[in-house]
């Protein structure tokens, strides 16, 4: 097998000498290593151009959950499969997809021959495979990309300095079937079950199923908190809801704080998503079943 490996060296990890590790693993193998690190300023054409010309079978993203975005930008809808090594300071999707976070444990793992399809959201032709929202989240990452503590603890100190802070918006929320109006502390687009801090925010999700889920978070509160990074209960539905579709028109009165997969992208006042269904084929562990965190539904 062709192994590619795109390595982000400013991702959270950076104490890891990837390039050393990988070819140390694989030396005296038949399969056949290429590394690439990103440049500090990557152009995506570039790094197309760099995956098409490797004639690799797999592509491996080495780093956080932006890092597999962008490597994803450039595998959508082809034969390639793509991998993941942890490398990032939260590594939401690597969680999502039971990634082994010990380095040998997830370059054994980029062999396996077994793939899995997921599907992607376009949320505002920007590419999705995990999480996407407005409002508290999406200002918390901001706040946290303008921490110097980086990590869990720098994650948690920007949502606290949120959460003290947190405007309401007004949003319209319009899907196939139904508009609904709503004041919300943030609303989520959401393929995955939870955010890589470990709080799950869609306990019934799949990402390899024909829709994502909506998830209005009208109040947040200390015990739906408690919900999500510790028992995993069914929300509160005067606090949180949960919609299901394949599409979704979001728009806010006001501008809010939005992001995709963990990248901030500044303020908007409307957010357009619709499915992709089995856009990516993802290497994952033989007994990883795609499944939700619950089987008790949200809402």
Known sequence: MKILFIINPGSGRKEVNYTGEIQKFFEGSDHDIETFELPEHCNPEELKNKISTSNANRVIAVGGDGTVKLVAECLLNSDTSIGIIPGGS???????????????????????????????????????????????????????????????WGYFRAAFKTLLDTPYMEVTISTGSETVRRKAAMVVIANGTRYGSGAVINPGGRIDDDVFEIIIVRKISFSEIFKMMVSHRPYDTAKTEVFQSSEARIHSRKKVHFQVDGEYLGKIHSLNAILVPGALKFVIPQDKKVAPVSEHPAG
Do not use: Y
């Open 90 to 152: 939260a590594n939401g999707l690597a969680k999502e997809l039971g990634i082994p976070v010990q380095l040998p444990d997830a370059l054994k793992l980029v062999t396996q021959e077994e793939t899995h399809p997921v599907h992607i959201t376009r949320v505002n032709d920007q590419l999705c495979i995990h999480l996407s929202d407005i409002g508290f989240n999406a200002f918390v990452v901001k706040k946290f990309e303008d921490e110097k503590t980086r990590g869990m």
